[in-house]
């Protein structure tokens, strides 16, 4: 069972575009929401994370927007650039809940054009 | 380099064998998890250690699988006579929290097993 649905599978952009990535969760007790980039051969690497008390984050190029009633959130990447080419992986987990454990999304590969 | 470092990076074994990785995590911190990423899909929840203590084991992990984390330092994830199906990368991440915060999972390189 997926409990984190991950769309769209690939992307690809111009420079200067705007990529959006988005994620739909089943678990209402899900309440934290991090977004992770991972490079080839290399492991994931958190960008940025949310938690459902706000609406969206904003860290440089990076935004979350997050819906809660629709169970919703999504990965928007500013003025994106060929360095952000790399595939993209929404996850959720419950905190405070024990192990905390990620449930990842199957990921989206991004491949941003000079 | 203070990252969370894996050992080896790439393992090829032939099936029936027997493998181990290593997992070193991040000094201070106090809890490390393994997952299993296969080609194309996210990385999947394996097992997890708080110190040293083994608290949670995913339904992934049957019985050929192992970990340990002795003096809750590196952790070792032995795989018994593999199966072709257990080809894929295995993740380890470490985190530290002492309660009340949720603290940023950091991954290390992976090691990527072939079972041929």
């Known amino acids: 069972q997926q409990q984190v649905k991950q769309s769209p599978q690939s992307l690809i952009v111009q420079k200067g575009g705007i990529p959006i990535i988005n994620c739909a969760y089943e678990?209402?007790?899900?309440?934290?929401f991090p977004w992770y980039q991972q490079f080839p051969g290399k492991g994931p690497a958190l960008l940025i994370a949310?938690?459902?008390?706000?609406s969206e984050k904003k860290e440089g190029r990076f935004t979350i927007s997050f819906n809660k009633s629709a169970k919703q959130f999504s990965l928007h990447i500013m003025d994106s650039q060929p360095g952000d080419s790399a595939t993209y992986f929404c996850?959720?987990?419950?905190?405070?809940?024990?192990?905390?454990?990620?449930?990842f999304g199957k990921g989206t590969k991004l491949t941003v054009n000079p | 380099d203070t990252g969370v470092s894996q050992d080896p990076r790439h393992k090829i074994t032939k099936r029936g064998q027997n493998v181990t990785f290593r997992c070193d995590p991040i000094?201070?911190?106090?809890?490390l998890y393994w997952y299993r990423q296969t080609l194309g899909q996210g990385p999947e929840f394996l097992t997890y250690?708080?110190?040293?203590?083994?608290?949670?084991k995913s339904r992934l992990l049957s019985d050929r699988f192992s970990a340990e984390r002795p003096k809750g330092s590196f952790s070792t994830l032995e795989i018994q006579r593999t199966e072709q199906g257990d080809s894929a990368m295995y993740l380890c991440?470490?985190?530290?929290?002492?309660?009340?915060?949720?603290?940023?999972?950091?991954f290390g390189p992976g090691t990527r097993l072939l079972v041929l």
């Open positions: 996850a959720a987990s419950i905190h405070p809940g024990g192990s905390e454990k990620l449930v």
């Open positions: 991440a470490s985190s530290f929290s002492a309660g009340g915060t949720q603290e940023t999972q950091y």
């Open positions: 949310i938690r459902p008390d706000v």
């Open positions: 678990n209402t007790a899900f309440d934290y």
């Open positions: 250690f708080q110190n040293e203590a083994q608290l949670e």
């Open positions: 000094s201070e911190h106090n809890r």
